[in-house]
C-alpha cells in the first residue's frame, strides 16, 4: 500500500502531484463526517434549521428539480455558506469536471459527483485526483465502489431510491449487498481474491485492502428515503458510517428541526433503545405529509 494509506497514485502527468494534493488528506476530511448526518437543503432558512438540529454537513441542491438537474447556483451556496458555519458539500453532474472545477473556486467543502443528477459524460467519472476538494460518490454494490476509490473518491454513498417518496427498501437492499460482499470476502482465502477483483471489476489492491480492513477504506454513507429516526438507525446498524436526509423532510414536514434533530440523535446513538424511543415519539403529525397517497404514488410513478 502507498503511504498516503488508500489509494496509490500512478505517477503520470494526468494526475496531480500527490505531495500538493495527497488522498490521505482528502479522505481525513471525509472522516471527520463519521457518525452525522448530511442533510440536503435548497434555501438559507432550511440550512439554518439543519445546522440547529446537528447536522455534520449540508448538501445543497437546486430549489427547482424539474428537467435537467445541474450543479446549484453558485450564487446560492455562497449564500448558504455566509449564513451557516459548518462544512457545505454540493453536486456535480457525472463526468462534468468544468462543473466540479466551479463548485472547487466557489469553496464548498466536498463535492458530490451524483449519478441521480443527469449525467454529462455516460463513459467517463471526473479524475477526482486532479482536485484539491474531496469528492463523495454512489454505488449500488462493492465493485462499483472500489472502482470510484481508485478514480479519487474520498466517500462512498451507498444509495437506493432517490426521488422523495420515503421509500428506504432499496437503499437496504444495496446496503446489505455491499456489507455481504464484504463479508463472503473476508473469509475468502488469498489465492482467491484475485478471482474475487475480476468477478467484480474491482481493483486488486484496493480489494485486498478491504479484506485487510473488513470495511470499505473509505468512509461509507448511506442514502435514500431515509426520513425517520428509526430509518437512521437501520442504516448505521448495518454497518454505515452515516447517512444523507434528502429535503423531503423540509418540503413535506410540519416540523422539521423536531424530525432532524430525532434523526441526528438517532445517528449518534444508533444502538441506544431508549434513546431511539424518545426521539421517534410525537412525529406522526409531523411526517403526515410524507406518508404515501394515491396522489404521490401517480406523481412518482409517472
Known amino acids: 500500500m502507498a503511504e498516503d494509506g488508500v489509494v496509490t497514485l500512478y505517477n503520470n502527468t494526468a494526475i496531480t502531484d500527490t505531495k500538493k494534493n495527497p488522498v490521505s488528506i482528502k479522505v481525513g476530511l471525509a472522516q471527520m463526517l463519521r457518525g452525522g448526518a448530511i442533510l440536503e437543503v435548497s434555501n438559507t432558512n432550511q440550512a439554518k434549521i439543519a445546522e440547529e438540529a446537528g447536522a455534520c454537513c449540508l448538501a445543497i441542491t437546486e430549489p427547482n428539480r424539474h428537467g435537467i438537474s445541474r450543479m446549484p447556483d453558485p450564487a446560492l451556496i455562497k449564500q448558504i455558506k ?53 469528492f463523495v460518490c454512489g454505488c449500488r454494490n462493492l465493485g462499483e465502489a472500489l472502482r470510484r476509490v481508485r478514480e479519487g473518491a474520498a466517500m462512498i454513498r451507498t444509495q437506493g431510491d432517490l426521488s422523495g417518496t420515503g421509500n428506504i427498501v432499496e437503499t437496504v437492499k444495496n446496503v446489505r449487498s455491499v456489507m455481504g460482499e464484504i463479508r463472503i470476502l473476508n473469509n475468502m482465502d488469498e489465492d482467491e481474491v484475485f478471482a474475487f477483483s475480476k468477478k467484480i471489476a474491482a481493483p486488486y489492491d484496493l480489494v485486498a485492502q478491504t479484506k485487510q480492513m473488513g470495511r470499505l477504506p473509505v468512509v461509507h454513507f448511506a442514502a435514500g428515503g431515509i426520513v425517520t429516526p428509526a430509518d437512521a438507525a437501520l442504516m448505521m446498524q448495518l454497518g454505515c458510517d452515516g447517512v444523507f436526509v434528502g429535503s423531503e423532510v423540509f418540503d413535506n414536514c410540519s416540523d422539521p428541526y423536531k424530525l432532524v434533530h430525532g434523526i441526528v440523535e438517532a445517528v449518534r446513538h444508533y444502538n441506544d433503545p431508549h434513546v431511539l424511543v424518545e426521539n421517534s415519539c410525537g412525529l406522526e403529525g409531523e411526517m403526515a405529509g410524507l406518508n404515501f397517497t394515491e396522489e404521490r404514488m401517480e406523481q412518482f410513478g409517472e
Not at 454540493?90 to 468544468?98: Q, T
Not at 467543502?109 to 471526473?126: G, M, Q, S, T, W
Request: aromatic share 8%; net charge negative.
Open 82 to 134: 455566509r449564513a451557516v458555519s459548518i462544512p457545505i458539500m454540493s453536486r456535480s453532474r457525472v463526468g462534468h469536471f468544468v462543473e466540479a472545477q466551479i463548485l472547487e473556486r466557489v469553496g464548498v467543502d466536498y463535492i458530490d459527483e451524483n449519478e441521480v443528477l443527469a449525467i454529462a459524460d455516460e463513459d467517463n467519472f471526473i479524475n477526482k485526483h486532479n482536485f484539491r476538494c474531496p
